[in-house]
């Protein structure tokens, strides 16, 4: 499937009210001002132009400091994938869907209940997105409860990349962990140059709503971007709880967060690979649920990717999530409506698309299968229909005359694999064979294809050379 996309094709909002709220959003910074609770980064911006309130710890943006700083940010760059057959051009008009990460709890395969997710749930969700195509990278995907805190991210990271090729991306709580990704990675790499000249490897963190920054966040920022590894410092204002109860007002504070994050990262290195990071949500305000599945949600990322489009920047944003518990009919829907109307406004890097449940905080295995099947639709949708004298087929037409059939047509044949998605989970047999075969549904066939992956994905990916020296660089840090 040729999934060259052709974007955007919607917007939620008119230009003018992109430009209002962006005018909003750049006043916010100017005149409130973010929270940096820094001393050291607070001299950094000091000495880089931005207005800096000792007292209250609070530094502004001037409007047009703010425009020159973020003209370093690059329009397009790439992130890597270890074996370069994965690589994502952001900032060309393409649409990348992702998994989402960190969360706490795995609805489990066997026992059909929650439990608490483990390190080798990094391993298998890795493993998952390496053999599903329509997911183009791997983030991260869950809390590894079995493992002590000092040696999580080196051991997260590396059992990432020991079971995907793909671009790996990861949050670090702070900056041990940031160092710890950096030298592993490198000595997967090959050097540090090499890691420098292609990092397959990014970093998220996130701006605290409302309108602060705490200094595990500047620390991760700084020493990523002086390395060349890419990195977003999303804002995920959530609208009646952490910004205000409206959808402009918290777009507002969200672009000014956004924004804000793209401008520190060009402090501290100009140039650096940044993209703007968007995660806006609201509450169900009637009994203070937290839902990240609402149509609210879809609205309000589709319009944070106008916003970002308005500076040239790449956008992380999200789609995909849902409130429902188990892979079901809420599930699709839900995760229908978000990620095809972020896609469809032209979003470079939409995550929590692929296996996310329960409010963001689970993922289910087989989720992950369904939504690789839902995103290959999507994907079919923006490549849109290709219009040719071929394709037209008048000659076809002409040969076959009223009453007959293309089916045996060579031209049938030829275009039989790019003009047709093809589904792997859906039922599309007729009623008497999908009884003769056990009355398979989408759930059941994702299973069978989760238990495929994993019974080829047991041994891991690296090399015995890279693994030794991996061993020899963390010693006592027990990677297997």
């Not at 996309?5 to 909002?13: A, H, K, S, V, W």
């Not at 909003?24 to 820094?38: A, F, N, P, S, T």
Request: negative net charge.
């Amino acid at each position: 499937m040729n999934e060259k996309m052709m974007l955007p094709i919607y917007g939620p909002l008119p230009l003018q009210n992109v430009k209002q709220i962006d005018l909003m959003g750049c006043q916010i910074l100017e005149r409130i001002g973010i929270r940096v609770h820094d001393g050291a980064h607070l001299d950094t911006l000091q000495a880089a132009g931005a207005h800096v309130d000792r007292e209250n710890q609070l530094v502004r943006f001037e409007a047009d400091w703010l425009d020159e700083t973020l003209k370093h940010a690059p329009s397009s760059f790439v992130l890597y994938s270890r074996d370069g057959k994965n690589d994502l051009y952001l900032g060309e008009g393409n649409a990348y869907f992702v998994n989402g990460g960190r969360v706490f709890r795995i609805l489990d395969m066997g026992t059909g209940g929650y439990r608490l997710t483990k390190l080798r749930d990094v391993a298998h969700t890795a493993s998952l997105v390496e053999h599903l195509d329509h997911i183009h990278a791997y983030i991260i995907a869950c809390q590894a409860h079995d493992i002590k805190p000092i040696n999580y991210h080196l051991l997260d990271f590396y059992n990432a990349f020991n079971h995907t090729t793909k671009h790996v991306m990861g949050g670090c709580t702070d900056l041990h962990g940031a160092e710890q990704m950096w030298k592993l990675a490198s000595i997967i790499a090959g050097g540090e140059d090499k890691l420098h000249e292609r990092p397959f490897v990014s970093v998220i963190t996130n701006m605290i709503s409302p309108l602060t920054t705490e200094a595990s966040t500047l620390e991760i920022l700084d020493f990523c971007t002086n390395r060349g590894i890419p990195v977003t410092c999303a804002s995920v204002p959530i609208a009646g709880a952490t910004s205000p109860g409206t959808l402009a007002g918290t777009l507002a504070q969200m672009h000014a967060e956004a924004l804000a994050g793209v401008a520190l990262t060009q402090v501290f290195s100009p140039g650096a690979k940044v993209m703007y990071g968007a995660v806006p949500t609201i509450m169900d305000l009637r009994k203070m649920d937290f839902t990240i599945g609402s149509v609210e949600m879809a609205m309000m990322n589709a319009a944070a990717v106008q916003l970002a489009k308005l500076y040239n920047l790449p956008i992380y944003a999200s789609a995909g999530v849902t409130e429902a518990k188990r892979p079901d009919i809420q599930a699709g829907f839900e995760k229908t409506v978000s990620s095809l109307t972020v896609a469809l406004t032209g979003a470079d890097y939409i995550h929590l698309a692929a296996g996310m449940i329960d409010s963001a905080n689970s993922i289910s295995f087989e989720q992950y299968v369904i939504d690789n099947e839902l995103i290959g639709m999507i994907y079919r949708m923006l490549s849109g229909i290709n219009v040719s004298q071929d394709t037209m087929a008048f000659n076809i037409i002409e040969s076959v005359g009223p009453g007959g059939n293309f089916v045996t047509e060579d031209h049938t044949i030829d275009h039989m694999m790019d003009e047709f998605f093809y589904p792997n989970l859906s039922v599309r047999c007729n009623f008497d064979i999908w009884e003769e075969t056990g009355r398979p549904d989408m759930l059941s066939r994702a299973k069978s294809r989760v238990l495929e992956i994993f019974e080829v994905s047991r041994d891991g990916l690296l090399e015995h050379d890279t693994i030794t020296e991996i061993k020899k660089a963390f010693p006592g840090s027990r990677l297997i």
